[in-house]
């Protein structure tokens, strides 16, 4: 069988691991196999709940009364219980903090290979995969030994499963069983940023500013732009790293991922490193004074000049126009 | 305080991956080699911690002689010695990695010095395990909080900071531990003329560890398919405004 890791916060379902249950399907028909859908905690009722709708063969809610808070050895140590009375051939989770954090969890406990960011199984024996390298930008084609495989489904490579016609599936609780080593690592709370509406995950349009931009204050005619189009403001890592602008504007593969419906890059170039967090975009603009720019090349429109002229031009003309 | 950073050296590839024609590495020729942006700030991480409560860091990494320079930045920075686990060939896979580092950290042990701290960046670069942190942690018996953008270190304890989807989720755990950190956490500095001139008397040890042979191993690299995008060009500096305008009206983004 195959067993996939549903992850949930306080109940809600996330919805990478939603991507990974396609991934999942897929697996599923190629390989021939049944697919068990797993979750754990105490406070994951809900999730369980709602992911019975997808019909998976089976179900497992792991319980345990350690089980209240996320616990990243407590949550390996119960996957890994599940997979010993299971005997899965492939346990799958999403490429997220958390599933890849626990499946290295069970990987090293079990003396386990395990491939994160998977697009793709090839083929089953010898058992091949194609994952990504670089954030996406490199495919890699590799060879997983050992039982079970313990992959992790890259993000944003599928659409989210939809629940199945009719599918209700029977929930089977599983009790694991621990040691005091399982819950060294203890959560403490949370503290949860005020959610000022459109930020750079949900933004409809980010108007991005990297080297080109030359400064802290240089961004206040991207600031300009943005307010007209109902969008925010976001920058490159040169942007990030010369504190111009904060950490969490970062655009990039150690910053945000966006997918707006436009996004607008003035004076970046186009690294691998910032195309990573953009490739969500439906559309692409680039405003560069430099016609050589990469970022040309992976563009939907392009305009060749300064940004610090361009840009007063647009809103400019914007405003002309009510 | 001892603390131990672990880096991985990675070509800085820019705007385009050349792969070589066996299609088993990237063509290096004209890059440069850097670690990690999260490697980058466990680095200063490492050196602000012993700064603010004293002790020593020591910089490791696994990978050929070159790997050296990825060491000479890190004691350029601040670390005060460095650890080469030299790796010639072929690639080593995450179980294989976390190995000899875990060998190198009990060899350190046995010499009497022990690590309180164990640094890393949450993931790679290139090949992105994002594991290599727990497997190690695993391995020495130790907690392993990851995907850190804060960390404080009193009494004893680690309490760190991870992004959710609403905010911060804050863990804690004991000292001896494993931390894998994010960019965002600091701003690393750049190395100074001084912090170079003085990284060239620093000490780095050259170990040579044992393979056990990869149980993740890497059949091929591949390009991924170009979108095969044709960009629009919508004119010239300040006079292109209005073409952009209708665009951006087509796009019902105004």
């Not at chain 1, 503290?191 to 409809?204: D, F, H, I, M, Q």
């Not at chain 1, 970046?268 to 975009?281: R, T, W």
């Not at chain 2, 804050?170 to 931390?179: K, R, S």
Request: hydrophobic residues 40%; charged residues 25%; aromatic residues 4%.
């Amino acid at each position: 069988m195959i067993l996939g890791l549903i992850e949930h916060d306080l109940g809600k379902l996330n919805e990478f691991s939603l991507q990974m249950l396609s991934f999942a399907r897929q697996a599923a028909e190629q390989l021939g196999l049944p697919l068990s859908l797993a979750v754990i905690g105490e406070n994951g009722g809900d999730a369980v709940e709602q992911i019975k709708a997808y019909g998976p063969t089976s179900l497992h809610w792991i319980r345990h009364e350690r089980l209240q808070d996320y616990a990243p050895e407590g949550w390996a140590a119960s996957l890994l219980q599940v997979i010993r009375a299971k005997e899965p051939h492939l346990v799958l989770a999403g490429s997220t903090d958390k599933g890849n954090e626990v499946m290295a969890h069970v990987a090293a406990r079990a003396g386990l290979p395990m491939a994160a960011n998977c697009l793709q199984i090839e083929q089953d024996d010898p058992f091949r995969i194609t994952r990504q390298r670089w954030g996406g930008s490199l495919l890699e084609h590799a060879e997983v030994q050992g039982e079970p495989k313990l992959l992790t489904v890259a993000q944003y490579a599928f659409e989210a499963a939809e629940p199945l016609q009719g599918g209700a599936t029977e929930v089977e609780t599983f009790t694991p069983s621990f040691e005091d080593r399982d819950f060294r690592v203890r959560f403490l709370g949370r503290e949860e940023t005020a959610s000022e509406g459109v930020t750079l995950k949900n933004a409809p349009v980010v108007v991005g500013g990297g080297r080109g931009v030359g400064s802290e204050e240089g961004y206040s005619v991207l600031e300009e732009l943005a307010e007209q189009l109902g969008g925010v403001v976001g920058g490159s890592r040169v942007a990030t790293n010369n504190g111009w602008r904060p950490h969490a504007d970062q655009i990039g593969s150690t910053g945000n991922r966006i997918a707006p419906e436009l996004y607008i890059a003035c004076g970046i170039s186009g690294a691998i490193q910032h195309l990573v967090g953009c490739k969500g975009a439906k559309r692409i603009m680039v405003i560069n004074k430099d016609p050589e720019a990469p970022f040309f090349s992976k563009a939907d429109y392009g305009v060749i000049g300064d940004l610090h002229e361009v840009i007063p031009a647009i809103v400019e003309e914007i405003k002309q126009r009510g | 305080m001892n603390i131990l950073v672990c880096v991985k050296r990675v070509p800085d590839i820019g705007a385009k991956i050349e792969l070589t024609e066996d299609r088993q590495g990237i063509v290096t020729k004209n890059l440069g080699f850097t670690v990690s942006p999260h490697e980058e700030c466990a680095v200063e991480e490492a050196v602000q911690i012993r700064d603010s409560q004293g002790g020593n860091t020591f910089v490791l990494t696994l990978g050929p002689g070159a790997a050296d320079e990825q060491l000479r930045d890190a004691l350029a920075l601040g670390i005060d010695e460095g650890i080469l686990l030299k790796a010639e060939g072929g690639e080593w896979d995450p179980g294989e990695t976390a190995r000899a580092i875990v060998e190198a950290v009990q060899a350190k042990q046995q010499e009497g010095t022990s690590f309180d701290l164990l640094l890393f960046g949450n993931e790679s670069g290139d090949t992105v395990d994002a594991q290599v942190a727990v497997r190690v942690a695993e391995a020495l018996d130790m907690p392993c909080l990851s995907g850190l953008k804060d960390l404080e270190i009193a009494d004893g304890k680690a309490v760190g900071k991870r992004e959710s989807e609403k905010g911060w989720d804050i863990f804690e755990t004991e000292l001896p531990a494993v931390v894998a950190v994010k960019e965002g956490i600091n701003l690393p500095h750049f190395p100074s003329l001084r912090g170079r001139m003085k990284a060239k008397k620093k000490t780095i040890e050259t170990l040579e560890p044992q393979r056990s042979g990869p149980q993740l191993r890497m059949l091929a690299l591949e390009n991924p398919p170009e979108q095969g995008k044709q960009v629009e060009m919508l004119g010239k500096g300040p006079e292109a405004a209005p073409t952009v305008v209708e665009v951006l009206k087509s796009l019902e983004v105004l």
